[in-house]
């Protein structure tokens, strides 16, 4: 996000406005990258302003750390040298950590075993096109010092903290001054004619590096060719070093609270991503994977926002391997109802049962949808089995009706005396939900699947497929550049994979034929899937949500995303 500042109260002073042609209402200038300061041409300051949610994991993490376990984190002074942080990283248990999180980069952090924030830094500038051709060496070197190389002996003292490889944009500026003679002037040119890729200056910039490492490095002719190509991948993704160590100390932090504050950290993780509820999964899965129980939210203990479960018999309360669904997570549930219902909770006590419940919650916003939502999604199950409540909605809603009249009636003839209501509860007896009522409500509420899962009753089936999702996503393909290249990952890589059916979007193409974006998932979690034209002809008409299906898929990135193909399916 760039923003370009005016010294005057008009921007139009300095630069023409116009609307945002991606829509919002944004305005923004008419100038493009090359000129509205980013070279002077009309004198205006831009700066680039980068937002990182991983920033609300942290804060989130350091107030549930302070509130549960009284220990107020100072997250800018905490110890560098955790090795417990450091063992997860090599473990690849990277799930929450600031820019550590995709397979590729999990991948070379095992094989790194990373010791020190610098190695989380070079990790952070090399993993990207053009400079992560550098990570295995990089690793090498790592593991084995006597595989330390300079490209020359006046970069020693410069190089070596990367183990004599050139990571970082400023080696590459550090590299021409010494070795070709530039003033840091000459030196900032070069790094901006190779971040603009401009053909014409960066002609120019290769001819000045040769003459400079000749007449003033005294290099020979191949001694330039080589480093060239060291220097010629940074050019378009070069990262500074400081930018580099930015992100590599937040990458840290957040290892450090998900290494030491399991439970708090990810469920701030949770709660910070609770309006992407794939993205939200991922978390929730980790969560299990560590040996976390993920429950249902509940009226005695859940607070707004996903909430660790404490065992207050222990002495100052010890965070137990649970967490609860937040009341703020539950669909068609307001927030002001559920903030009457924990204020009532901390200043008398829990409720010991459904009647309590009802005679003590008296907001205007317990009605049928929010009572209603309340049992359907778990939140009441200490009170009573979900069906049988959920059956009896409207003799719960006539009690509290007959509450809340009793309560102001007395509170208007005798101004508050305590007074205890006249209506009572009676509830009719009615079958239990069963599991597959339970699992779509909670389905419905809280958007994941919490006490089972629609597949628990197909294991002989599961026993046979080849893959779950998680597996099918780790092996995913390079992102294609068309549908062609799509069709030939999917024939080239087929798996068998059983999963279910949670949403359905049928679009038209623009050569007016069906395809389908279906959003799928099993135990080990969600994923997007795609049924193409071709595809859709033969399978289209059995695709319906709720159904558990056998399918033929592949997996491949798809705009920076992971999706499944899905070739062929069979209904079970």
């Not at 190695?119 to 090399?126: E, H, I």
Request: proline share 4%; glycine share 8%; hydrophobic share 35%.
């Amino acid at each position: 996000a760039g923003v370009v500042i005016s010294p005057t109260p008009d921007i139009t002073d300095f630069a023409p406005i116009q609307y945002d042609p991606k829509g919002e209402n944004k305005i923004i200038t008419q100038y493009d990258m090359f000129t509205g300061g980013r070279d002077g041409v009309v004198n205006l300051p831009k700066f680039d302003m980068l937002g990182i949610r991983n920033l609300q994991f942290i804060s989130g993490a350091i107030e549930r750390i302070e509130k549960i376990r009284g220990i107020k984190i100072d997250i800018d002074n905490i110890p560098l040298d955790d090795p417990k942080v450091f063992e997860m990283l090599a473990r690849g248990e990277t799930v929450g950590v600031f820019q550590m999180g995709g397979d590729g980069l999990t991948h070379f952090l095992k094989e790194l075993r990373p010791e020190k924030v610098e190695d989380l830094m070079a990790m952070v500038a090399l993993f990207r096109p053009g400079p992560m051709e550098v990570i295995p060496e990089y690793i090498k070197r790592k593991q084995n010092p006597k595989l330390i190389s300079y490209p020359d002996p006046r970069l020693v003292d410069d190089l070596e903290a990367s183990y004599g490889l050139l990571v970082y944009q400023d080696d590459v500026l550090i590299t021409a001054i010494r070795l070709a003679g530039y003033d840091w002037g000459e030196a900032d040119k070069f790094r901006k004619a190779m971040g603009k890729k401009i053909p014409k200056e960066m002609a120019d910039q290769k001819e000045k590096f040769y003459k400079g490492c000749k007449e003033y490095g005294g290099l020979k002719e191949k001694q330039i060719d080589d480093l060239w190509k060291k220097i010629e991948p940074f050019a378009a993704y070069g990262f500074n070093k400081a930018h580099a160590a930015s992100y590599g100390m937040v990458a840290y932090k957040t290892a450090y609270l998900k290494a030491n504050y399991t439970a708090e950290y990810l469920s701030a993780c949770m709660t910070a991503e609770s309006g992407d509820i794939e993205t939200c999964s991922e978390y929730i899965a980790e969560a299990k994977r560590m040996g976390f129980d993920i429950l249902p939210p509940d009226i005695n203990e859940s607070f707004s926002d996903f909430t660790v479960v404490v065992d207050p018999s222990a002495d100052g309360g010890v965070v137990t391997n649970k967490i609860r669904f937040g009341l703020n997570n539950i669909k068609n549930f307001g927030e002001e109802i559920g903030k009457a219902i924990i204020h009532e909770r901390k200043t008398n006590g829990t409720f010991k049962n459904i009647e309590e419940f009802l005679e003590r919650v008296t907001h205007r916003n317990l009605n049928k949808k929010s009572l209603e939502a309340l049992i359907k999604c778990g939140a009441m199950d200490a009170f009573g089995e979900r069906g049988s409540l959920a059956a009896n909605i409207e003799e719960l809603l006539q009690f509290h009706k007959g509450v809340r009249v009793t309560d102001e009636s007395q509170f208007s003839l005798f101004e508050g005396m305590a007074s205890k209501p006249t209506s009572t509860l009676s509830l009719r007896g009615v079958a239990p939900a069963t599991q597959e009522q339970r699992l779509a409500w909670e389905k419905e509420l809280l958007g994941l699947y919490i006490s089972g899962h629609p597949l628990d009753r197909y294991s002989d089936q599961i026993k046979k497929s080849e893959v779950t999702i998680e597996k099918l996503l780790e092996s995913s393909l390079p992102e294609p550049k068309d549908q062609k290249n799509w069709q030939r990952n999917q024939n080239s890589q087929k798996s068998l994979l059983v999963a279910h059916i949670d949403t359905i979007k049928i679009i038209v193409t623009k050569s007016n034929t069906k395809m389908a974006f279906v959003t799928i998932s099993d135990m080990s979690g969600v994923a997007e899937g795609v049924v193409f034209p071709e595809n859709y002809k033969k399978i289209g008409g059995f695709l319906k949500e709720g159904t558990v299906v056998a399918m033929e898929c592949s997996a491949t990135n798809r705009d920076e995303r992971k999706s499944i193909l899905i070739d062929n399916i069979k209904v079970l």
